[in-house]
């Protein structure tokens, strides 16, 4: 059985980064792809990106480009991704989910990150 | 980017009432690739359907769901009590891999 656990809350300053992790254990790390996504307070869910560990390539939603950067460690089954310039939209949790070919049959707990001065 | 337009946004039934869910893209989907996922408060979404209309692992039979092209359609055949909760249609063929806005299934 697939498990993700993610990283603890954050509450960070507007123009900082944040780097949230995705520790996976169970099923192939490397095959699957390891995608991010967030919900805003009341929204629905929005796609960010992912990362195929087996290749090590990454791609992102345009709306996230030059803002984050997903990486994954083969050697510890762990993805992370880095926001940068955080601004109070932000403010969301974070998910990890995996599964093959992008499809999320897997999902972390979450993680909060609050973005305020 | 291919836009999921859910309907209706809330969904007022009783226990044991049929749930019938719309989701319509903006384009194009293919029935490979279009998701359905549950989430109730604080917790994580579920995936429930894959590939338009194939179970995730575990998911009852009551769940199933239809359709091709741009629309697909997600039922909850007799509505248990821990079926209230929001739902979600997602595409995942092509990047981005949008998500519609969702439908609150809630206690009529």
């Known amino acids: 059985q697939v498990h993700l656990v993610q990283s603890g809350a954050e509450v960070k300053k507007p123009g900082s980064s944040v780097k949230v992790s995705c520790k996976a254990s169970?099923?192939?790390?490397?095959?699957?792809?390891l995608n991010w996504v967030r919900q805003a307070p009341g929204q629905g869910p929005e796609w960010m990106g992912r990362?195929?560990?087996?290749?090590?390539?990454?791609n992102y939603a345009q709306k996230f480009l030059g803002r984050v950067t997903i990486t994954a460690d083969k050697s510890t089954g762990t993805a992370y991704m880095d926001l940068s310039s955080l601004r109070s939209d932000d403010t969301a949790v974070y998910y990890c989910?995996?599964?093959?070919?992008?499809?999320?049959?897997?999902w972390g707990q979450g993680t909060l990150v609050i973005v305020s001065s | 980017e291919i836009v999921l337009t859910q309907s209706p946004s809330t969904l007022s039934l009783s226990p044991g009432e049929r749930a019938t869910l719309s989701c319509r893209a903006s384009?194009?989907?293919?029935?490979?690739?279009l998701a359905w996922f549950q989430q109730k408060p604080g917790q994580a979404p579920r995936l429930l359907i894959y590939?338009?209309?194939s179970r995730a692992t575990g998911i009852p039979d009551r769940f199933s769901g239809s359709g091709s092209g741009t629309d697909f359609t997600l039922t909850i055949n007799r509505l248990e009590p821990e079926d209230f909760a929001f739902y979600f249609c997602?595409?995942?063929?092509?990047?981005?891999?949008?998500f519609g806005q969702g439908t609150k299934v809630e206690i009529k």
């Open positions: 989910a995996r599964g093959p070919n992008s499809r999320l049959d897997f």
């Open positions: 169970g099923g192939t790390f490397s095959s699957d792809s």
């Open positions: 990362i195929l560990p087996i290749l090590d390539v990454a």
């Open positions: 384009q194009s989907v293919g029935s490979s690739y």
């Open positions: 590939g338009s209309s």
């Open positions: 997602q595409h995942y063929g092509a990047s981005p891999y949008t």
